[in-house]
């Protein structure tokens, strides 16, 4: 949980780079803890997709308030943003088009 603790933690990529698991896809997994100031970003390389899954907890992505079981799907942004969390616990993928 500390290597989470406000930040996004890469779990999960396909070269398995910085400890992460690999997988057998165009996509990276992060994870994050979120609450109060806390804040991380993660860029977006132009033609990437973005996408969030609140798996507990409330958190803004984006500037939008998504709250446990919401998710987010993002296209055409520069980045994904996640502030003002709430006890959150989010997944963010960063994925192919």
Same mark, same amino acid.
């Given at each position: 949980?500390?290597?989470?603790r /406000?930040?996004?933690?890469?779990? =999960? =990529?396909?070269?398995?780079?910085d /400890? =992460?698991?690999t997988?057998?896809?165009?996509?990276?997994?992060?994870?994050?803890?979120?609450? /109060?100031?806390?804040?991380?970003?993660l860029?977006?390389?132009p033609?990437?997709?973005?996408?969030?899954?609140v798996?507990?907890?409330?958190?803004?992505?984006?500037?939008?308030?998504?709250?446990a079981?919401?998710?987010?799907?993002?296209?055409?942004?520069?980045?994904?943003?996640?502030?003002?969390?709430?006890g959150a616990?989010?997944?963010?993928?960063?994925? =192919?088009?």
């Amino acid at each position: 949980d500390a290597d989470k603790r /406000g930040r996004l933690r890469l779990v =999960a =990529a396909r070269d398995g780079r910085d /400890g =992460a698991v690999t997988i057998h896809a165009d996509a990276s997994i992060h994870a994050g803890l979120f609450d /109060g100031d806390e804040a991380a970003t993660l860029p977006l390389a132009p033609g990437r997709l973005g996408y969030v899954h609140v798996a507990r907890g409330e958190v803004e992505v984006n500037g939008q308030r998504l709250a446990a079981g919401d998710a987010a799907m993002l296209r055409d942004e520069p980045q994904v943003r996640l502030a003002h969390g709430r006890g959150a616990e989010v997944l963010v993928f960063d994925l =192919a088009r």
